[in-house]
């Protein structure tokens, strides 16, 4: 059987990707190695790591919710119903992405694929079975998966995102390796669960790829909530003991010091799923492991595709992986393609406060030569904010002062990761700072605050 589409992976992108195939009258198969459909994101990844950061801040609240007028005897956390509740969210929405291949015709493939080139796909079954599947379009959609430091192997003592996500107890210790969005999220989380954490970067600062004034703000934060950060050291070694883990760690200011911790959440970047899927026996092109790609998503082999975290230069981000789906599927159809601009990328780290950035930083501007102009807005002066009791952080424009083009926003405070969708929008459609003044903001919202920044531009905030 020869298909018009073959999709390998069923994480975001891989699953959006066969949808839409499937709703332009392809014919379509979805090849998955795992026993449910979703990848990463969904099992081991964004999904449950949101679920659990929710329970987080619902416990945050009613651990000390007196100030307004209400009173919790005894609030306590049970970590395995967490974790049901999780598992449960998870699972529903595993179900859905199964329904979707059904409804849109989309057949599924259980076992693990690897291309024989020529449009010839070997698919492994977990019975050890092969089938031999003919596509005239492939799409590699294989994702990523946590790095592990050289000599460590994840366990339950020394773990990545997955085994962390499964832990039954949470540990009055944890040390983290790394504050990119993933680590940041997890010392948040469980800090707020109870655990005291350290986290430990080896650059200059938290989520490195914010800008400055947003990594600033949120050390400034989680220190104030007692969250250890050290940033600028380095791990030297990793021992575990009895009872946990020991570090060896040489800080920022050259001393040497020993942390302990009972558990360790290793948290570099990660590595793409290229091995043993068979890249070798076609053009396809790789650097360091990742994809080359051209702007419609095509490989170097007639006819292969790749979209996400497999793709070399692009952000391992769930909603870009999807948009390069479909730019992958217009262009197999001969449908209308636009590539993607990575200027209009939204970032989102769902820490407390809240992170949410789009565009160049204001360094990244000024380095192209930009006369730039900013404004800021403190979240200490939105009314919402003082509702809900949330008032760290600010929004931030980054525009050019010539022509009122806006070049990035960022922002971190209540539901920034939210907050950001405004300003994505705004710079799509290629709106000015002075449409955004204009542009009428509903009181009291959180969104106001982004109204307020754009006024900031020009010095016309109402409110700060």
């Known amino acids: 059987m020869q298909y018009d589409v073959m999709v390998i992976g069923s994480g975001p992108g891989g699953y959006s990707a066969a949808i839409r195939a499937g709703q332009f009258g392809l014919k379509t198969v979805l090849v998955e190695k795992d026993p449910k459909l979703g990848g990463t994101c969904l099992h081991v990844g964004c999904i449950p790591t949101k679920a659990l950061l929710q329970t987080a801040e619902v416990y945050d609240y009613i651990k000390h919710p007196e100030e307004q007028g209400l009173y919790c005897e005894n609030p306590r956390l049970d970590m395995p119903k967490a974790l049901d509740r999780k598992n449960k969210i998870v699972n529903k929405h595993a179900s859905g992405v199964s329904m979707l291949m059904r409804k849109n015709k989309v057949d599924v493939m259980a076992g693990f694929a690897t291309l024989k080139g020529g449009g010839k796909v070997e698919v492994r079954g977990n019975d050890g079975s092969t089938k031999t599947v003919e596509a005239k379009n492939i799409i590699i959609a294989t994702g990523s998966e946590a790095r592990m430091l050289p000599g460590l192997a994840p366990d339950d003592t020394i773990l990545t995102n997955i085994e962390i996500l499964n832990m039954q107890h949470v540990p009055q210790t944890l040390a983290i390796i790394g504050a990119g969005a993933v ?3 997890f010392a948040s989380m469980f800090q707020r669960f109870g655990s005291k954490c350290t986290v430990l970067e080896m650059l200059p600062r938290l989520v490195p790829v914010e800008d ?70 076609t053009k396809v092109e790789t650097e360091r492991g ?55 990328i939204p970032g989102a780290t769902y820490t407390e406060p809240g992170i949410g950035s789009v565009g160049m930083t204001e360094a990244q501007a000024k380095a192209k030569g930009y006369k730039v102009k900013v404004g800021k807005f403190p979240f200490l002066a939105n009314s919402k904010a003082s509702i809900l009791g949330h008032h760290e952080g600010f929004v931030k424009i980054v525009s050019d002062e010539t022509y009122g083009e806006i070049l990035g926003v960022h922002i971190i405070g209540p539901h920034g990761y939210e907050l950001i969708a405004e300003a994505v929008a705004a710079m799509e459609a290629e709106a ?12 009291p919202t959180l969104y106001e605050a982004v109204g307020e920044a754009f006024n900031a531009v020009y010095g016309q905030a109402i409110n700060a």
């Not at 994809?291 to 769930?318: C, F, H, R, S, W």
């Not at 909603?319 to 992958?328: C, L, N, P, Q």
């Open 183 to 185: 680590g940041v999220e």
């Open 212 to 281: 400055e004034e947003v990594s600033k703000e949120l050390e400034r934060v989680f220190k104030k909530q007692g969250i250890r950060c050290e940033t600028g050291a380095r791990v030297e070694q990793v021992e575990r003991t009895g009872n946990g883990v020991r570090l060896t760690v040489t800080l920022a200011t050259g001393k040497t010091e020993i942390i302990e911790a009972e558990k360790l959440l290793v948290a570099v970047g990660r590595r793409p799923n290229t091995d043993a899927i068979g890249l070798e026996n």
């Open 290 to 344: 990742f994809i080359k790609v051209n702007q419609y998503q095509q490989t170097a082999e007639p006819g292969v595709y790749a979209i996400g975290d497999v793709v070399a230069g692009t952000p391992q981000l769930a909603h870009v992986a999807t948009m390069e789906g479909m730019i992958a599927v217009a262009h197999i159809a001969g449908k209308p393609v636009r590539p993607i601009n990575k200027n209009r």
């Open 432 to 443: 000015t700072v002075e449409t955004m003044i204009n542009t009428i903001h509903a009181h």
